[in-house]
C-alpha cells in the first residue's frame, strides 16, 4: 500500500497547474491517431479535472482558460515535465495498488472465502 511517504514524494502542483494538466492532456489527446493512448490522455485528462474540482471547490468550466493557455504558451515544456512527473508517480502508485489488490483477491481465493 503507497503510505504517505510516497504520497508526499509525488509533486505537488497549484490547482491552476494541474488544470494545465488537464489541457495538455487533452491537446495531446487529439495528436495521436493510437486509440488506446488516446483512453489514456482521456483518463488523465479527467484526473487533473477532479483534482481542479476538489482543491478549489470550483467547477471546471469556472477556470480561466484563457490565462491558463496564456501561461502555457509561456512555459509548456516545463508545465509538461511537471505534469508527466506527477502521472507517472501516481501510475506507480496505482500498479502497486493493483499488484497488492491482486493478492488480496488470490489469497481471499485461496482461503475459499
Aim: aromatic letters at 8%.
Amino acid at each position: 500500500m503507497a503510505n504517505s511517504s510516497a504520497v508526499q514524494a509525488t509533486p505537488q502542483l497549484s490547482p491552476e497547474q494541474e488544470m494545465q494538466c488537464a489541457l495538455l492532456a487533452i491537446y495531446a489527446s487529439e495528436q495521436i491517431a493510437d486509440q488506446t493512448a488516446k483512453t489514456g490522455l482521456y483518463s488523465v485528462f479527467t484526473y487533473w479535472l477532479g483534482r481542479y474540482e476538489g482543491r478549489t471547490g470550483n467547477s471546471f468550466e469556472s477556470a480561466d482558460v484563457l490565462a491558463l493557455l496564456t501561461e502555457l504558451q509561456k512555459g509548456g515544456e516545463e508545465a509538461g515535465g511537471r505534469c508527466q512527473a506527477v502521472a507517472e508517480a501516481i501510475g506507480l502508485r496505482l500498479q502497486e495498488w493493483g499488484a497488492r489488490l491482486q493478492q488480496e483477491g488470490q489469497r481471499l481465493t485461496e482461503a475459499g472465502e
